[in-house]
Every structure is written in C-alpha cells, then in structure tokens.
C-alpha cells in the first residue's frame, strides 16, 4: 500500500502561481508514475500531468505551457508548479502514484483561482 500527501493549494488571483508537491510512503516500486489529477464542482476528474521515474512528463493541451510537473526520487515526491492560473483551474488537485499494479489517491487540495 501506498501512502500519498498532498500540500501547497490555496486562493490565488487569476495570473497568479501555486506549487502543489506530494509525497509518497509506503510499498513504493523502484519503477513508478506519479502525477496530478483535478476535479471541479460537478465535473469528472481529469488528467492534469504525470512523470515516471525517468523523468518522462506528460501534460493535457489545457495546462501544456503554464503547469509544469518535477520530481524527486530520492523523496518519493512529486511537484506541480502552476503559472498563468485561471478561474476554470479552479478544483480539487489530487495526486497519483502508480506502480507494480498498485494505485493510490492523496486525499486532494484545494486551488482556487478567483479574483
């Protein structure tokens, strides 16, 4: 089993930045991806960007250019440095881990973008 914690959402101004980082314990595979998804009021949740071990990154076209997603292996942690935030950026941010068939959810943080 797989532990996850997320921490870094708030209240942030339309254009503004916010960094999102997660941090994983427990049965961790040497070879896994983790990565962020968001769900809005009333929406599904959806992809918002992922890195393997490797350090190969995957985003949606709707954050491609202003989210960008790192990680430090050494600390089982994941970040996500969000830049040119918008309104519709507006959900509950949870992080992924994924690996030796084992997936697991943080329990999410909230990102609102509003003036």
């Known amino acids: 089993q797989v532990q996850l914690v997320e921490s870094g959402g708030g209240l942030v101004q339309p254009g503004g930045s916010l960094r999102l980082s997660c941090t994983a314990s427990?049965?961790?595979?040497?070879?896994?991806?983790m990565g962020w998804y968001r769900q809005a009021p009333g929406k599904q949740r959806e992809f918002v960007a992922e890195m393997s071990t490797g350090g190969v990154s995957n985003y949606p076209n709707s954050v491609k250019g202003r989210f960008t997603i790192s990680r430090d292996n050494a600390k089982n942690t994941v970040y996500l440095q969000m830049n040119s935030l918008k309104p519709e950026d507006t959900a509950v941010y949870y992080c992924?881990?994924?690996?030796?068939?084992?997936?697991?959810w943080g329990p999410g943080t909230q990102v609102t973008v509003s003036s």
């Open positions: 427990g049965s961790i595979f040497s070879i896994n991806t």
């Open positions: 992924n881990y994924a690996g030796n068939r084992i997936r697991s």
